[in-house]
């Protein structure tokens, strides 16, 4: 059952009453339930052929073979193609494990500036053939309770789409830092920017700025996504701020634990 309420008050300004509206959510959340298993289990049927398919490509695109231009092109297209929806099916098999686990994962106390450093690590490759330098500034002894690998993977995601959504030789920058109980990570870059009018959608499945070029850039359109159930699924929150032709900055926004009891 979902409640939701609120006070009545008169033209006086005095509280006459509460008006409460409780909702039965059971058929809402069965269909929910169907929709994801339905998700997960297509998903889980499409990796084996596709995983042959690319196996057999890759197999004939190996030099041993002597194709004419026009097969090796075809082939070359079929390889590109494939992995691409290997992409997606692997995104999707990501998001319904996570949707499985109810936005229950486990959590042991790490410290953050090894995660921020190897996912930009894992994004050098990409940010080099721009020519984007990607720069960390995170207090060393900063810990807090985490599912690094989830983490690690919510932070790839978005400083890959920094690269992808910046000319060459832009700058982008992690910044870490603690504020009260919460610890925020920023992923700033000075790329293309993002309409207003898109920002409250951005985080839905497939949901895409400019469907061409992302689709170019080689996105499957579920990295928000992913981003948001892992940053969920730390009970925590994510936002965005953008400017069209000036830049994006995503803010990650975590619990940041019980301070550590002092030795006296
Ligand atoms: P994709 O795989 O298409 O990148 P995402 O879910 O990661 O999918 O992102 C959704 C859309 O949000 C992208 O297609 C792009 O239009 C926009 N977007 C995401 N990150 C940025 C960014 N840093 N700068 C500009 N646009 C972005």
Not at 64 to 73: A, S, T
Request: charged fraction near 25%.
């Amino acid at each position: 059952v979902l409640a939701s309420g609120t006070v009545l008050w008169n033209a006086e300004n005095k509280s006459i009453g509460a008006l409460i509206v409780l909702r039965d959510v059971t058929h809402i959340r069965h269909l929910e339930t169907v929709r994801a298993d339905f998700v997960a289990n297509v998903s889980h049927e499409l990796k084996t052929p596709i995983t042959s398919i690319k196996g057999f490509v890759e197999t004939l695109l190996s030099d041993e073979w002597n194709h004419e231009p026009d097969i090796l092109r075809f082939l070359q297209i079929i390889s590109q193609q494939s992995g691409r929806l290997n992409s997606i099916i692997d995104d999707l098999l990501t998001l319904s494990r996570l949707e499985q686990k109810g936005g229950l994962v486990m959590k042991e106390t790490s410290k953050l500036s090894p995660v921020i450093e190897t996912a930009i690590y894992l994004c050098q490759l990409q940010a080099g053939k721009k020519n984007i330098q990607i720069d960390c500034v995170c207090p060393e002894d900063l810990e807090l309770s985490i599912n690094a690998p989830l983490l690690e993977q919510a932070l790839v995601n978005l400083i890959v789409n920094a690269v992808k959504y910046s000319e060459p030789d832009k700058k982008v920058l992690v910044l870490a830092e603690k504020h009260a109980d919460q610890v925020l990570i920023y992923i700033k870059d000075e790329g293309f920017g993002i309409e207003r009018k898109h920002l409250d959608r951005l985080f839905e499945r497939f949901y895409r700025v400019d469907t061409a070029r992302s689709r170019k850039l080689g996105g499957t359109g579920l990295g928000l996504s992913i981003v948001k159930h892992i940053v969920q699924s730390h009970e925590g929150s994510i936002r965005v701020e953008s400017q069209l032709g000036a830049g994006t900055t995503f803010i990650i926004s975590l619990p940041a634990g019980e301070p550590p009891a002092s030795a006296s």
